[in-house]
């Protein structure tokens, strides 16, 4: 069992910027993913990184303004969000596939196996 902590939501200005932190123990195990829910919406895909860190899949909404990384020594995934806008306001969360390839990232819900609890981002002004 895997589990997932997530940190760095709050309030910011349209335009401004944001880092979310995912924290768990072995996660250089797992290709990892972000995934946003709004209200009254359902979740979607935000951004995806494989186990090695070497490719990244972003959602069209995202690209250009977001970006996942890892460190695996720290067991840490990061989602840096820039040029942030109202509608990206939802609850994030962070979500764990264990996987033996490296190289492979996953963008739907289904696929993962382990999710954090998520965290409030609200961009107003």
């Known amino acids: 069992q895997v589990q997932l902590v997530e940190s760095g939501g709050g309030l910011v200005q349209p335009g401004g910027s944001l880092r979310l932190s995912c924290a768990a123990s072995?996660?250089?195990?797992?290709?990892m993913g972000w995934f946003r829910q709004a209200p009254g919406k359902e979740r979607e895909f935000v951004a995806a990184?494989?186990?090695?860190?070497?490719?990244?899949s972003y959602a069209d909404s995202v690209k250009g303004r977001f970006t996942i990384s890892r460190d695996n020594a720290k067991n840490t995934v990061f989602l840096q969000m820039s040029s942030l806008k109202p509608e990206d306001t939802a609850v994030y969360y962070c979500?764990?596939?264990?996987?033996?390839?490296?190289?492979?990232?996953?963008?739907?819900?289904?696929?993962?196996?382990?999710w954090g609890q998520g965290t409030q981002v609200t961009v107003s002004s």
């Open positions: 979500a764990a596939k264990r996987q033996v390839f490296t190289g492979t990232v996953f963008t739907s819900t289904p696929a993962y196996d382990y």
């Open positions: 072995g996660l250089s195990s797992y290709a």
């Open positions: 990184i494989s186990r090695s860190g070497g490719f990244t």
